[in-house]
């Protein structure tokens, strides 16, 4: 028993190695420790970054590239601009549940 790691919770004891393993396998952390991101979390940060380049490209150039290729105040331009907001706050949401699994 002293060479394998165990965990003693309540009235049940965990074999760490098997408990580990399984986490990894399981999708929610990969080998290194680390958190791995879903779809919804991929699409958030994608339209964020596109957000991002789009008011550099306004600040810099003033230049929209989302009403270049949307039309200017057109509905789909306001669906993107919103869904680029909405992406913002999950993102808010997505880094403190990012840095309470890394804590």
Known sequence: MSDVNRRTTGARTEDM??????????GSMA????????????IALILLIVGG??????????????AAIFGNRSMISRLVYALVGLSALYTLYLSTRLARRTA
């Open 31 to 42: 080998t290194t420790g680390s958190p791995r991101l879903g779809p919804l979390d991929w």
């Open 17 to 26: 190695s098997v408990s580990n393993a399984a986490r990894s396998s399981s």
């Open 53 to 66: 380049l789009n008011w550099g490209l306004v600040g810099l150039f003033d230049f929209d590239l989302v």
